[in-house]
């Protein structure tokens, strides 16, 4: 920081001093394009050129990415008010330009009002904090218009928490910057003592208001985080009760008080989606939590893009026994953009893109990022221990590693553990370990005459040999892939197709390979292969979005290449022979798509009614499936 002292004796050049003093809306309304067009000057220059008897001036650098991209500058006033401007201007391009108002108050500084700017600096923004002197902290957050008067929108800080009861369940703590408890799907799951008082906290200003507000960097434009986080955690979690703090930022070894708390009041799950670079922040908190070894810590990996065993981002890097470090992948198992990992220090990988959540203001909106995998696993701790109400940390990580694939899934060799795919019914799978190769078990050759429903060969223009594939141990068996079979034959009938042959094989594996997953069908691949196309009967999925029939074809398999010309029917799927046919289309035509037309094969949904294909549809079938080597053309 440059820290520079100068003494100026001349008058306002801009505003005389009662102005300055009786309305601060005039003073930036004035002030604001004024120290716009100068933020090309120095600080000197500018400080002469703005304001008279001005005691002192301060200077920083505003960094980037690693690259200096703008400065922040604090004029103070005779008043003991001060100013602070903000230039952004990364590659030299002022992409923005604010000047906040600060007044001296019972000898301290506190915000006032700030207006927002553009490079033309005209304002497009403007805020004002409105107190309540008696509590001594601000209550509310106004929003003016670009010429600063009220526009009658205002944002609360800290209202009292809503009255209401204990609604009963297993009490999990969010560490976060506290929730919008005024929103009554958060209200009603609030953890509450026997007076109806919650039994959350807030930690940063020593209240029982834990409201969702991040007033960094500007306390003037609040950050609204744990709101979303904590709908998630609710939303998979229908047998907790929410305790939310806000956490401690100003005093950091408020964490010892923090999680003491929580122990006295019955969590032993919390959730923490929140970090940073100094260790020495998270010292109180480390020690703590390994004083409390009952409580299950599920921790943020964070979000910068970077090896945490390299560059360490607390508490995340803390190694604590206690403690599950998660972070956020794709569906299909990849490290999602901007997602920190380390194979020593992140436990999992938790699908957490574009989840719906619900933001400050009530509305659903998508949430990315490792700060959601938190609340999804924390979830699921939750539900292990409604039905496992003895369990303790050990227990709750243990059953929960449990429920990991092994490291073959997707980017699993980047964490210690590997990919969480289902968070949200984990806790219904079994054991996920591979500890043996898949093998097949059995093989069994249907013909044509098998099958008893294809057309005659004069008729029939293309033949068509799947392969059919279950596993041992599962409810799929072999008469139902006969079943099935038959009465997908028979609706492919209608385009001239015949299934002149299959292969139905039997797998002997370990459980994770009965559950359809990107990652496993692709490690299925490398150990088994078998004619294209194939059908995969498998007991449920395990795919983010949990579709009970899936179809991959040429279009859709850029990023899982082995499994390409495949589908998979769970056994939850609805008419099995229907949907075989459907999704056979599907890779047939390389397409998609579904269609509105009355008792069609291709509907987005499948009925003992929709079988129809039309003579488009047939050619696209028969023309697509030969080009890819999928059906044979018979010769006449």
């Known amino acids: 920081m440059a820290y520079r002292l100068i003494v100026v004796t001349s008058l306002l050049l801009l505003l005389?001093?009662?102005?300055?003093?009786?309305?601060?809306?005039?003073?930036?309304?004035?002030?604001?394009?004024?120290?716009?067009?100068?933020?090309?000057?120095?600080?000197?220059?500018?400080?002469?050129?703005?304001?008279?008897?001005?005691?002192?001036?301060?200077?920083?650098?505003?960094?980037?990415?690693?690259?200096?991209?703008?400065?922040?500058?604090?004029?103070?006033?005779?008043?003991?008010?001060?100013?602070?401007?903000?230039?952004?201007?990364?590659?030299?391009?002022?992409?923005?330009?604010?000047?906040?108002?600060?007044?001296?108050?019972?000898?301290?500084?506190?915000?006032?009002?700030?207006?927002?700017?553009?490079?033309?600096?005209?304002?497009?923004?403007?805020?004002?904090?409105?107190?309540?002197?008696?509590?001594?902290?601000?209550?509310?957050?106004?929003?003016?218009?670009?010429?600063?008067?009220?526009?009658?929108?205002?944002?609360?800080?800290?209202?009292?928490?809503?009255?209401?009861?204990?609604?009963?369940?297993?009490?999990?703590?969010?560490?976060?910057?506290?929730?919008?408890y005024l929103l009554p799907d958060i209200a009603e799951r609030l953890a509450r003592d026997e007076h109806g008082n919650a039994l959350g906290f807030d930690f940063w200003t020593m209240d029982a208001r834990p409201f969702d507000a991040h007033p960094v960097p500007s306390p003037l434009f609040v950050q609204r985080h744990g709101t979303r986080t904590a709908s998630l955690l609710l939303q998979e979690a229908p047998e907790a009760v929410l305790v939310p703090y806000r956490y401690p930022r100003t005093d950091m070894t408020r964490m010892t008080q923090l999680v003491a708390h929580a122990a006295e009041i019955g969590v032993q799950v919390m959730s923490l989606s929140l970090g940073g670079d100094e260790l020495a922040d998270w010292e109180a908190f480390a020690e703590a939590a390994a004083a409390h070894p009952d409580i299950l810590f599920v921790i943020s990996a964070g979000n910068n893009g970077r090896d945490i065993d390299q560059q360490p981002v607390y508490p995340a890097a803390l190694k604590l026994d206690n403690a599950l470090v998660v972070t956020s992948a794709l569906p299909n198992g990849s490290l999602a953009r901007g997602s920190n990992w380390g194979v020593e220090t992140v436990d999992l990988l938790v699908p957490a893109e574009r989840l719906r959540v619900t933001d400050f203001t009530g509305d659903a909106v998508a949430g990315s990022g490792s700060s959601y995998a938190a609340p999804r696993v924390a979830a699921l701790a939750a539900r292990l221990l409604k039905a496992q109400p003895d369990w303790h940390a050990p227990d709750l990580k243990a059953s929960i590693l449990d429920r990991v694939l092994p490291a073959f899934a997707g980017d699993a060799d980047r964490v210690r553990y590997g990919l969480l795919p289902r968070p949200d019914i984990a806790e219904a799978l079994p054991a996920m370990g591979a500890s043996e190769a898949p093998q097949e078990r059995d093989r069994r050759r249907l013909e044509g005459a098998d099958l008893h429903v294809t057309p005659e060969s004069d008729d029939a223009g293309y033949l068509l040999e799947p392969a059919m594939v279950y596993f041992s141990g599962t409810p799929w068996t072999e008469d139902a892939m006969k079943e099935n079979l038959q009465e997908a034959a028979h609706i492919l009938g209608q385009c001239g197709i015949r299934v002149s042959a299959a292969n139905i094989h039997e797998i002997e594996a370990p459980p994770v390979f009965h559950y359809f997953h990107d990652a496993v069908g692709t490690e299925l691949a490398e150990h088994l292969t078998f004619d294209k196309p194939t059908a995969f009967f498998v007991t449920d999925t395990l795919q983010m979005e949990p579709y009970e029939a899936e179809a991959i074809g040429r279009g859709n398999s850029g990023h899982r290449p082995a499994l390409q010309d495949t589908v998979w029917l769970t056994h939850t799927v609805r008419d099995p022979g229907i949907a075989l046919a459907h999704e056979l289309v599907h890779v047939l035509m390389d397409s998609g798509e579904h269609v509105h037309l009355p008792n069609n094969l291709m509907r987005d949904e499948t009925a003992p009614e929709n079988t129809r294909l039309t003579d488009e549809q047939c050619d696209a079938i028969t023309r697509t499936g030969e080009q890819h080597g999928l059906l044979q053309a018979v010769p006449h």
Request: charged residues 25%; proline residues 7%.
């Open 16 to 180: 005389a001093p009662m102005q300055l003093a009786a309305d601060t809306a005039e003073l930036l309304r004035e002030v604001l394009p004024a120290l716009c067009e100068a933020r090309a000057d120095s600080l000197d220059a500018m400080a002469d050129r703005i304001l008279v008897e001005l005691s002192a001036t301060e200077e920083d650098q505003v960094s980037g990415r690693g690259m200096e991209i703008g400065w922040q500058r604090r004029f103070a006033m005779d008043t003991g008010d001060q100013l602070r401007a903000e230039h952004i201007a990364p590659g030299g391009r002022t992409q923005r330009f604010s000047v906040e108002y600060w007044e001296q108050v019972h000898g301290e500084l506190r915000p006032a009002m700030v207006a927002l700017a553009d490079g033309s600096c005209a304002v497009r923004a403007a805020r004002r904090l409105n107190y309540d002197e008696n509590l001594g902290f601000a209550v509310s957050l106004e929003h003016l218009t670009p010429t600063l008067e009220p526009t009658g929108e205002q944002e609360p800080l800290k209202p009292p928490v809503p009255p209401g009861t204990d609604p009963g369940g297993v009490r999990v703590a969010m560490v976060d910057s506290g929730v919008n």
